[in-house]
């Protein structure tokens, strides 16, 4: 093989091994983070509300609901989060939640017990990138 033929070759493998390592960006998913829940204790039949940051390096945010969680880790109920203000890459979001006398989710029909409740809630940004 000549020595034009042999750089022509080199410098095609130096091209071809570059670009296999380069790759586009991954947007990040949205990231969520608690601003306030409005009671620290509460009855079945009685609300609260609770309102989060959403924070996206892109278009945020899908439709999505805040669950509620009894102490064993079933949901007992959800609600749709509602933008309250902000924009696609900085937004604050909120949800009214009636606590249930009864399960309306996993457990559908069981009376909720004493305990520790938990609200999470999770989204997809305009790529389809999920929140943690």
Not at 49 to 64: A, L, M
Not at 74 to 101: E, H
Request: glycine share 8%; with cysteine; hydrophobic share 35%.
């Amino acid at each position: 093989m000549s020595l034009s033929a042999k750089s022509i070759l080199s410098i095609a493998l130096s091209v071809l091994l570059a670009t296999s390592f380069i790759s586009p960006a991954v947007a990040a998913g949205p990231q969520i983070s608690v601003v306030s829940i409005s009671k620290s204790s509460l009855s079945p039949g009685e609300s609260l509300r609770v309102e989060y940051r959403i924070t996206d390096d892109g278009q945020c945010c899908n439709p999505h609901d805040v669950y509620m969680y009894d102490p064993a880790g079933a949901w007992v109920t959800r609600v749709q989060g509602t933008r309250i203000s902000g924009t696609d890459q900085d937004s604050r979001w909120g949800a009214d939640i009636n606590v249930p006398v009864n399960s309306v989710g996993q457990n559908q029909g069981s009376a909720l017990t004493a305990g520790t409740y938990t609200f999470r809630t999770q989204t997809t940004d305009a790529q389809n990138n999920y929140s943690d």
